[in-house]
């Protein structure tokens, strides 16, 4: 007799049980996992993921948003997230400089779908972010371009080409953009304006320095071309940003 191999697919997965397979995310080292609701609420997260946000217990971050655990410029970015992937998109391996447990900053590989009802309507979002500085197999599968985006991270004050990037790598510029859009998804440009942007974002709100210096000590001499960038990136103008803080 013929098996259907959907109908005994389904049936074992009903009788492990939703809460036995979630569970299982606690035994990924150094990832994030969560579940939310359509309002970006809290349904389920590892043990990493709850130890990330310095607390002990699911129980303590259940039913809570991002703005209840981030600083605001974040759990806004990360809210802004949450609406368009409700709405279908989906994120995968996007790169992201995250706040860590100390206060600092570290890069993290973020995932992100939408999470659907039997009916096939979206109900939720679930997503995973890795910590590249800690995930070595993740560290390994980006070696090929360690050099530019270190020498980008340590000079993004001071003007950048394509051209400097592909010597130092010893790779044609096409090459270069290749495996930047294969290991990062961005062009090379992107991530420097990017590495810009967060760092920017940080001076705002660490310091009481002018914008407009912040703006042109993090690579932007064009103050209007800055504002734009940062309003596309984080969806809030620098000057507000400082404002609500």
């Known amino acids: 007799m013929k098996v259907n191999n959907d109908v005994v697919h389904t049936q074992f997965l009903k ?21 939310k609701d359509a309002e970006s609420r809290i349904i389920h997260a590892n043990s990493t993921y709850i130890e990330h946000l310095d607390n ?15 600083p605001h410029h974040l759990a806004r970015q990360y809210l802004n997230d949450d609406k368009k992937v409700l709405a ?41 972010t890795q910590h590249l500085e800690k995930t070595s197999h993740l560290l390994s599968s980006v070696d090929e371009i360690k050099k530019p985006v270190e020498y980008i991270r340590e000079n993004f004050a001071q003007e950048i080409t394509v051209e400097q990037l592909a010597k130092i790598s010893f790779l044609s510029v096409s090459a270069l953009e290749r495996r930047f859009k294969r290991q990062l998804s961005k062009t090379p440009k992107q991530f420097i304006n990017q590495v810009r942007l ?31 960038q940062f309003k596309a990136l984080f969806a809030i103008q620098p000057s507000q940003l400082r404002v609500e803080k």
């Not at 002990?56 to 981030?70: A, C, R």
């Not at 570290?106 to 995973?128: A, M």
């Open 15 to 35: 009788h492990v049980g939703v809460q036995q397979i979630i569970r299982m995310f606690d035994l990924l080292p150094n990832t994030l996992f969560w579940i």
């Open 56 to 70: 002990k217990h699911l129980e303590q971050i259940v039913g809570k948003t991002d703005s209840g655990f981030s």
């Open 88 to 128: 279908g998109e989906i994120i995968t391996d996007r790169l992201e400089l995250n706040m860590l447990k100390n206060g600092g900053y570290g890069w993290f590989s973020t995932s992100k779908r939408p999470l659907f009802d039997i009916e096939g309507k979206i109900i939720g979002s679930y997503g995973f």
């Open 198 to 228: 967060e760092n920017a974002r940080r001076l705002i709100l660490e310091s009481r320095e002018p914008i407009a210096d912040i703006a042109d000590a993090c690579g932007f001499k064009e103050h209007s071309y800055f504002s734009k």
